[in-house]
């Protein structure tokens, strides 16, 4: 199967940068049109077509509009109900030379048209190392074995039957803003933060299942297998596993989307997504770690030493600005409320800061809704904007006093070599026209 992996998808985004870099200001910036112009095209083009040739004076106060005037359409228009015709531009959007394929392949979640913490279900990032497998469950097994002392095969049906959580929890994937190591400036919101969702969950806790299996003294990690074209597998300590690691079949509600694994995947709360195996069919108990692809030549961290650090499974405190963003600029002077999200592997966001001047003076943001331990967490501050310009940032601190770093303070622990767990404070750069981009502040 070609894989290209994220870190060849980092790699290339890296030769992007540099050659982006090299080049004179007006042609960067063409480039970045021309990668935005096709990666946003469709959706987001046609829809705001439709709404400008709608759009009428007509129908606004003191007139009647049309759809006050008939009745619409009676029930059972559509058994399965979609968004608003109006919203056609909210949707995944993938870079198509991100990646050599779209059978292994990475889509954004449009962060950047969310409300509260939770991502629909139709919108929660994709990432595929052999594409979606059509996985009947009928024919599916969840098979345990290995240092276990009953050996289980079970249907989607006797899996089902075990007690269950609910529980909201975001996923991340670790390459999630990688292509900012190295100085690549992705000019959308979508692109920089998108490899990020965050869903309520249901499943089965897999300390239910291991006990189940009776783990022998011997069992100290887990080693899962999905049953996609990929086959993809990671080893998990034990002390996850019995933690919080559930066998998850349902997503939002219902059971998951086959884009999430349908029907059933893991899920190891708070950390990096690629250990969250999707179409899981294997559970083996073992004594140690079993170094496989995913743990060796991907997901390790180079650092500058030439050492490369292995098995960095957490999602550190991480938060950005979800408007004003490239996305969403101002288009008048007056009052906003600024909004964010913050998210940490390790529990709850204990506080968000915000700054207006690129980091000399902070303050509090309010946090807004749920706070909930390795879930997203939305963060506010009104704002008044006067038409000058602004470098917007956010700073997480989460529950164990772990504050977010700096991009200098994080290429200076780190090098610029990794490609995964990039968490560094996130700049906008407003300007004058209410316009929005992306910078990196040394
Ligand atoms: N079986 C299987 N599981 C998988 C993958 C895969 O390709 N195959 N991709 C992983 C990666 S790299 C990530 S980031 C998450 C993404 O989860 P999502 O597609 O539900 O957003 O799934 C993980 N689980
Ligand atoms: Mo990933």
Not at 69 to 97: C, D, I, K, L, M
Not at 186 to 198: D, I, N, P, V
Not at 311 to 333: D, G, H, M, W
Not at 340 to 360: F, H, K, M, Q, T
Request: glycine content about 10%; aromatic content about 8%.
């Amino acid at each position: 199967m070609a894989d290209p992996g994220e870190d060849r998808i980092a790699q290339l985004l890296g030769r992007v940068a540099r050659k982006a870099n090299g080049l004179s200001q007006p042609d960067r910036r063409e480039f970045l049109r021309a990668g935005l112009a096709f990666a946003g095209s469709t959706a987001l083009g046609s829809a705001a077509v439709m709404r400008d040739a709608l759009a009428s004076a007509d129908n606004l106060p003191p007139n009647v509009p049309p759809w006050t005037r008939s009745v619409g359409p009676g029930v059972v228009t559509n058994p399965y109900g979609a968004p608003s015709a109006f919203e056609s531009g909210v949707v995944r959007r993938t870079v198509p030379w991100l990646t050599a394929s779209a059978i292994s392949s990475i889509s954004f979640t449009p962060l950047q048209d969310l409300k509260g913490i939770i991502t629909p279900s139709g919108l929660v990032f994709e990432r595929y190392h052999g594409g979606v497998p059509a996985v009947n469950p009928d024919d599916h097994r969840l098979m345990i074995h290995g240092l276990v002392s009953r050996p289980l095969v079970l249907s989607m049906d006797q899996l089902m039957r075990f007690p269950s959580v609910s529980l909201i929890r975001f996923i991340e994937c670790p390459a999630n803003g990688g292509m900012e190591w190295r100085g690549a400036q992705m000019e959308a919101l979508q692109f920089t933060h998108g490899m990020l969702s965050c869903c309520e969950w249901t499943g089965v806790p897999l300390s239910v299942l291991l006990e189940e299996a009776g783990v022998k003294p011997e069992g100290r990690w887990v080693l899962a297998e999905g049953a996609d074209g990929s086959a993809m597998t990671r080893s998990i300590p034990m002390e996850k596993a019995l933690d919080d690691t559930i066998v998850a079949y349902a997503q939002n509600g219902e059971m998951l989307r086959p884009e999430q694994g349908y029907p059933v995947r893991l899920l190891n709360p708070g950390w990096e997504g690629n250990t969250s195996v999707k179409w899981l069919r294997r559970l083996e108990v073992g004594d140690k770690p079993w170094h496989q692809r995913e743990e060796t030549s991907k997901y390790t961290d180079l650092m500058t030493d030439g050492s490369a650090r292995q098995f960095t499974y957490v999602q550190e405190a991480n938060s950005v600005i979800t408007f004003p963003c490239p996305e969403k600029p101002l288009r008048e002077k007056g009052r906003y409320e600024l909004e964010g999200l913050a998210w940490s592997g390790r529990g709850r966001i204990r506080r968000v800061d915000v700054s207006l001047d690129g980091g000399i003076n902070w303050q509090p943001a309010r946090l807004k809704g749920l706070v909930l331990p390795k879930a997203l967490t939305r963060f506010s501050l009104p704002f008044d904007w006067d038409g000058g310009r602004a470098l917007l940032q956010s700073r997480a601190v989460d529950e164990t006093g772990y504050v977010q770093p700096t991009l200098t303070q994080l290429r200076q622990a780190r090098g610029t070599e990794s490609i995964y767990h990039k968490n560094a404070i996130h700049t906008w750069r407003l300007d004058e026209s209410g316009a929005v981009t992306n910078v990196q502040i040394e």
